[in-house]
């Protein structure tokens, strides 16, 4: 069974408390089966090379995963839930209330780690002020008088926060870009590149506990 099987099956039985335990190697995987491309600095299913964003050379951001943003020690909880979480069984009473489960563990959050961890705002504060690059899924928040899309959220997997439980605020990225990049599909992953900042930003859709100003963007490719 494939990587993104495992996933979409504990996904909907787990609730969001497994995304983060695999995010990096499930996000690479799931880059690869998407088969995005597109040239340096145009966005997936872009409508003109205008959006690119200002040239900047590659080398000067550092590649970072996902797992690179989150505490090694809420990692550490995440990797190892509780047996209530890991006994729930496909199509049990208990797997079927999914909206319910999930406003259980949030309300349960002030007393358990591991609920904790699912809504951490904890941060790695050596990535403060790092000059990084990172691949993602676009959920757009504001747009231009144009429809391009001056800020977003940058998530580790397609569908976070619209269709599914939003990842911790840890493995969330408010990103700003004023230009604005216009897009037909954001189904695609893209790699976003520019100054990282540890700061809390909170939403009707979910909270972000990093921001970055965007300084270059391209589909993701290997």
């Known amino acids: 069974m494939s990587i993104i099987s495992v996933l979409n099956s504990f996904f909907y039985k787990r609730l969001s408390g497994f995304v983060p335990l695999v995010v ?11 088969g995005a491309s597109a040239a340096e600095g145009e966005a997936p299913s872009s409508k003109a090379s205008s959006n ?7 080398a000067s951001f550092r590649t970072v995963e996902w797992l690179d943003l989150m505490p090694k020690d809420d990692l550490e909880v995440l990797l190892n839930p509780p047996q209530s979480i890991t006994d729930i069984e496909d199509g049990s009473l208990e797997d079927g209330s999914f909206e319910d489960q999930i406003s259980n563990q949030i309300a349960a959050a002030s007393d358990d780690r591991y609920q904790q961890a699912l ?3 904890r941060v790695v504060a050596e990535m403060d002020g790092k000059a990084i690059r990172l691949p993602g899924f676009v959920v757009p928040l504001e747009h231009n008088d144009d429809q391009a899309i001056t800020q977003f959220f940058l998530v580790p997997y397609f569908g976070a926060c619209i269709h599914m439980p939003p990842p911790p605020p ?6 700003n870009y ?3 990049i216009k897009f037909t599909s954001i ?3 893209i790699w976003v590149s520019g100054v990282v900042k540890t700061s809390i930003q909170q939403n009707d859709l979910a909270t972000a506990a990093y921001v970055m100003e965007l300084a270059q963007f391209e589909a993701y490719s290997e």
């Open 24 to 34: 990096a190697t499930v996000l690479l995987a799931s880059f690869e089966a998407t």
């Open 52 to 58: 690119q964003a200002p040239s900047t050379k590659e």
């Open 119 to 121: 809504v951490s705002t």
């Open 170 to 175: 840890n493995q969330i990225v408010l990103v």
């Open 178 to 180: 004023p230009q604005g």
């Open 187 to 189: 189904n695609e992953p």
